[in-house]
């Protein structure tokens, strides 16, 4: 089981949705980053979602580091980060463990696993498990700010709305960690609510795009071919639940236009080399070419949803029917946007000090 990601930082997830504690290992973080326990809380609250529109589940997520931290700073040896699970309610899984629930990891766990899968809240496929991922993207996203380098994810599209693009990066960041529902027009954001609310009285469930933008990272990060900047990118943010499609800059859009428009032209400004537009998400070759690094993530619609549903009893071999109680988000886009941005710093994190050392980040 591959629960291991990264090459010169990396980070290890352990843990099920209803066991006793999930966390992570960062192993290669450089000695001396301050590591800032209130912005990790508040991050971890941004993932909580506690809104009207996201699970009756409430944990405190309250974490300890039990290893390399020392006086407020990494020490650079393994740091391990453990949070309990508190707020469990297992018996909602009990008489339903053998039915494979549309659009989870049911049938494909047991397959892979012979059983011996723990099933209580999706177990190790949960996205509870990407709590620990929060908390340790938080230290690595400030290693990051220290360097210049700020990211933000915000929800372009939910339920058919659609926010605004970015514009001041500088302005736009902090609006999104200071709305649960992470858009960026507050009409817009309002609209996108509501119909997470219609979704919800009618037992569905809606999905969406997030866009993330990086700014301040240094032209010449990232590696032709196997190991582009979009590879190891899609590789981190296809490891988030529910994120079914990655594309960066156009995207598909370049499929409608022609090289002269898709084509980012060079300029000189000041002595700061820079393109005309971004098309192409301030990458080229595969790495990065100093203009803000742009992607999108489609967020699919939250695979819990109260609707009766056909399904097979994978124990029995039979055809069944299914209909899941337990506590559900309508929208689990509003809260998937800090994991994102949470991966996308441990990779950022990852990919600079692979190209500049471990020391880049030293305190």
């Keep these: 089981m591959k629960n291991t990601f990264g090459q010169s930082l990396g980070v290890t997830i352990f843990g099920e949705s209803h066991g006793t504690a999930i966390g992570a290992v960062m192993d290669g973080l450089a000695p001396g980053i301050e590591v800032d326990e ?39 040896t393994p740091l391990c980060i453990v949070i309990e699970n508190e707020d469990t309610r297992s018996k909602d899984y009990s008489l339903t463990k053998d039915l494979a629930r549309p659009g989870h990891a049911d049938y494909t766990a047991y397959m892979k696993y012979h059983g011996f899968q723990d099933y209580r809240g999706g177990g190790h496929f ?16 400030k290693a990051l700010n220290k360097k210049g380098i700020y990211l933000g994810t915000h929800i372009l599209i939910c339920a058919g709305v659609r926010d605004r693009d970015f514009g001041d990066y500088q302005a736009d960041f902090p609006i999104l960690c200071d709305n649960i529902i992470s858009m960026l027009d507050d009409e817009k954001r309002q609209e996108a609510t509501e119909r997470m609310k219609d979704a919800a009285k009618d037992g569905d469930s809606v999905g969406g795009v997030l866009q993330t933008a990086i700014v301040g990272l240094p ?53 700061r080399i820079e393109t005309v537009t971004n098309h192409n998400g301030g990458i080229n070759g595969g790495i990065t070419n100093g203009m ?34 337990g506590r559900h988000d309508p929208a689990i886009i509003g809260r998937a946007a800090v994991v994102v941005d949470s991966v996308t710093a441990l990779t950022v994190y990852d990919m600079l000090a692979m190209r500049f050392g471990t020391d880049y980040f030293k305190g």
Aim: charged residues 25%; proline residues 4%.
């Design 292 to 325: 803000p690094v742009l992607f999108n993530c489609v967020v699919k619609p939250t695979a819990s949803i109260y609707k009766k549903q056909n399904t097979v009893d994978f124990i029995k071999k039979e055809n069944a029917e299914l209909q899941i109680k």
């Design 219 to 271: 032209a010449g990060v990232g590696e032709p071919w196997f190991d582009s900047f979009e590879s190891v990118m899609s590789h981190a943010l296809f490891s988030v639940p529910a994120v079914k499609g990655v594309e960066f800059g156009e995207g598909f859009g370049f499929a409608d236009m022609r090289g002269s428009e898709a084509n980012d032209c060079f300029t000189m400004n000041g002595d």
């Design 38 to 76: 209130a912005f990790i809380a508040r991050q971890l609250d941004r993932r909580r979602g506690l809104s009207t529109v996201s699970t009756k589940r409430r944990e405190k997520d309250e974490f300890r580091i039990v290893s390399g931290y020392f006086e407020g700073k990494t020490t650079g």
């Design 126 to 141: 949960s996205g509870r498990i990407t709590t620990p991922l929060v908390a340790a993207g938080a230290i690595a996203m």
